[in-house]
Structures are given as structure tokens and as C-alpha cells.
């Protein structure tokens, strides 16, 4: 279980790393558009950075989390990533 919960949780964080260049990728974007274009990429930026900031405190919770605690926090951890990963989707179509 130790093993799988690590690995579980080492994706978890590449996932995320990548999603963070993303947004770094989109920053670049928001910097070279138009003062029109500029607003959205803001807002889409904004709103990215907080759900990657909170699926980054679910990924510490269930880090922290002990055995008993973990397959529950894993639960809500899976739904932040699908939240955010939709969401990262939906910006690429946009951008």
C-alpha cells in the first residue's frame, strides 16, 4: 500500500508542476496580447492559480494524512484534480 500511495502521490505533483507551467506558459501569452486579449488572460490566470493552489493544499493534506485518513482525503483530492484539469482544458480552448 506504502508504495502505491507514493507513487499515487508522485504523479499527484507532476501534475502539477506541469499545470504550473501552464499558467507560466499562459502569463507569457497574457504579456504579448492585446490590452483586450490582456483582461481574459488575467481572469483565466487568476482563476487557474487559485484552484492549483488548492489542489496543491489537498496534495499536502493527503501527503500528511495518515493511513485511516487517506482513501477519504483521496476522494477529494481526485475531485480538485478533475476540477482543475477541466478547467486547464477549457482555457487551452480559449487561448
Same mark, same amino acid.
Given at each position: 500500500?506504502?508504495?502505491?500511495?507514493?507513487?499515487?502521490?508522485?504523479?499527484?505533483?507532476?501534475?502539477?508542476?506541469?499545470?504550473?507551467?501552464?499558467?507560466?506558459?499562459?502569463? &507569457?501569452? #497574457? =504579456?504579448?496580447?492585446?490590452? @483586450?486579449?490582456?483582461?481574459?488572460? $488575467?481572469? !483565466?490566470?487568476? %482563476? /487557474?492559480?487559485?484552484?492549483? &493552489?488548492? #489542489? =496543491?493544499?489537498?496534495?499536502? @493534506?493527503?501527503?500528511?494524512?495518515? $493511513?485511516? !485518513?487517506?482513501? %477519504? /482525503?483521496?476522494?477529494?483530492?481526485?475531485? #480538485?484534480?478533475?476540477?482543475?484539469?477541466?478547467?486547464?482544458?477549457?482555457?487551452?480552448?480559449?487561448?
Amino acid at each position: 500500500m506504502f508504495e502505491k500511495r507514493k507513487a499515487y502521490e508522485s504523479n499527484l505533483e507532476a501534475q502539477l508542476a506541469m499545470w504550473k507551467a501552464d499558467i507560466d506558459v499562459l502569463r &507569457a501569452k #497574457a =504579456g504579448r496580447a492585446e490590452v @483586450s486579449a490582456k483582461v481574459q488572460y $488575467d481572469k !483565466t490566470i487568476d %482563476s /487557474l492559480e487559485r484552484t492549483h &493552489a488548492e #489542489a =496543491g493544499q489537498r496534495l499536502h @493534506s493527503l501527503q500528511e494524512a495518515g $493511513d485511516e !485518513t487517506w482513501e %477519504s /482525503l483521496k476522494t477529494g483530492t481526485e475531485k #480538485a484534480w478533475t476540477e482543475l484539469r477541466d478547467l486547464f482544458h477549457h482555457s487551452r480552448g480559449k487561448h
